[in-house]
């Protein structure tokens, strides 16, 4: 059988993604994997419409095809997300409907299932079969279980490309007609607060919605806004995957993303992100914003910092891409002060939600708080802090961030909880002090809360 396999790694072939293709390649020698590379390939991919046809081609002629990639910032990395772009820009569904895809990723798991979920959707819209992707660690393939779950997951994929089996519909189709946002804006108001919005966007013609909401929030904010235009600050490319920034967070682009980000965004009070939604997930130029942070490395440089949403398009019909931008939040420890869509239809009801987000600036101004992180953000700073403490002989900028802001706060370092489970663990091997315990569990673990609420005031009648 011929399998197409997209190459999306912009590391080339340093790439650890196609360490996982090519043992995959050379496990199953009497197939016939092409090797395309929509990675470092993408801009010529994007110049070159013959070349593009072609590989359109190709993806046509296989028997099935795989998408492989690291996962970068919640998804994909931005040239993927390009490619996905370029697919539905073309119209490539009809030239792959009924093809049977999976995903070969490479991560440490950080929102892995994000990615994944992403590339499976995308691939049913645009008509293909999705089976269930393969997401192992980057030192997975070191060991021989992961070598042989690698090989066992390829070999049930082949057998679905060759017997045409049938594959289970992970998502339903987005239903999605804009209405018109024209907002009718009364004279000009001055910002008179103390508060500085930087309001980052992907803004382009023909975006009328989008630039609707825009003009409505900055006329509606009372503190001034800066509108900082992604498309207009000279990015040359996304993130090469280099590692060169790694020692002291130097980037090997010379470009206008630096100055932007430094002078523009981390100096900002309030961060406000709007951009249209396209297949599933914003914008490539959006993503590559996104993967240029890994200039900061794994470091939560925009910690507290909080961040709202003007969105244009379906983000109810889209689950995945609302966990993402909540997971962005939260794993940054920043307040969210709300995601504001044209969903509404009705004009009065959008420009009322846009007001809200407005005036949350300075609710939260008032009353600085932070709601608590759910496993979005719990979870995901834990995958980076293991691995910052793992890699940081390498890691040196991360290494001393996390060190410097106390974020290696593993629990063994918590004397205090080690010291109660030696007790605990004591009191449970004799008789009577488990019983005791056991009896008097309930009350125990409430002693401590019910201390703190019968001094907050008077018990309700």
Not at 3 to 10: D, E, F, N, Q, T
Not at 230 to 259: P, T, V
Not at 281 to 286: G, T, V
Not at 303 to 317: A, V
Request: hydrophobic content about 40%; aromatic content about 10%.
């Amino acid at each position: 059988m011929k399998i197409a396999v997209l190459l999306g790694s912009p590391c080339g072939k340093s790439s650890i993604t196609l360490q996982y293709v090519e043992f995959v390649v050379r496990s199953f020698p009497q197939h016939d994997f092409e090797l395309i590379d929509i990675g470092r390939g993408v801009r010529r991919l994007d110049r070159d419409p013959e070349r593009l046809n072609a590989v359109i081609a190709s993806m046509a002629a296989a028997d099935g095809v795989i998408w492989s990639f690291p996962v970068y910032t919640f998804l994909t990395p931005a040239a993927v997300v390009r490619f996905v772009e370029l697919l539905f820009e073309r119209d490539a569904m009809s030239s792959l409907v009924g093809k049977p895809c999976t995903a070969l990723t490479s991560s440490e798991h950080f929102f892995d299932h994000n990615a994944h979920a992403y590339i499976e959707a995308v691939s049913e819209d645009l008509g293909m079969g999705v089976f269930p992707g393969f997401s192992p660690a980057m030192d997975d393939l070191l060991k021989p279980e992961g070598q042989h779950n690698l090989q066992a997951w390829t070999r049930q994929f082949l057998r679905v490309v060759e017997q045409n089996a049938p594959l289970e519909q992970h998502v339903p189709p987005v239903e999605w007609v804009a209405p018109t946002y024209a907002p009718q804006l009364e004279g000009p108001r001055p910002a008179t607060g103390d508060r500085r919005i930087t309001l980052v966007t992907d803004l382009q013609e023909g975006e009328d919605n989008l630039a609707a909401m825009i003009e409505a929030f900055v006329h509606y904010s009372a503190h001034p806004v800066d509108v900082l235009n992604l498309r207009e600050i000279g990015m040359k490319g996304s993130c090469l995957g280099c590692l060169k920034c790694i020692y002291d967070g130097s980037c090997i682009y010379k470009d206008g993303f630096a100055e932007a980000f430094d002078l523009r965004i981390q100096t900002a009070d309030v961060l406000v992100f709007a951009g249209t939604i396209r297949h599933r997930y914003l914008s490539s130029i959006f993503k590559t914003y996104f993967d240029r942070n890994f200039r900061n490395g794994h470091r939560p440089v925009l910690h507290g910092k909080p961040m709202g949403w003007l969105l244009s398009g379906p983000l109810r019909q889209l689950p995945n891409l609302r966990r993402i931008l909540e997971a962005k939040n939260e794993v940054q420890e920043s307040p969210r002060l709300g995601m504001v869509t044209d969903e509404y239809g009705d004009t009065a009801a959008i420009t009322a939600r846009i007001v809200e987000l407005a005036t949350a600036v300075d609710r939260w101004s008032e009353e600085a708080w932070i709601r608590p992180p759910t496993f979005l953000g719990v979870g995901g700073r834990k995958v980076f802090r293991d691995l910052m403490y793992a890699m940081r002989g390498l890691v040196r900028a991360d290494h001393l961030y996390y060190r410097r802001h106390g974020l290696y706060d593993f629990p063994q370092q918590d004397h205090r909880r080690t010291l109660f489970n030696w007790t605990m663990a004591a009191m449970m091997t004799l008789p009577w002090t488990r019983r005791w315990l056991m009896e008097n569990m309930n009350k125990l673990k409430i002693a401590g809360l019910r201390k703190i609420v019968e001094q907050q005031g008077q018990a309700p009648s």
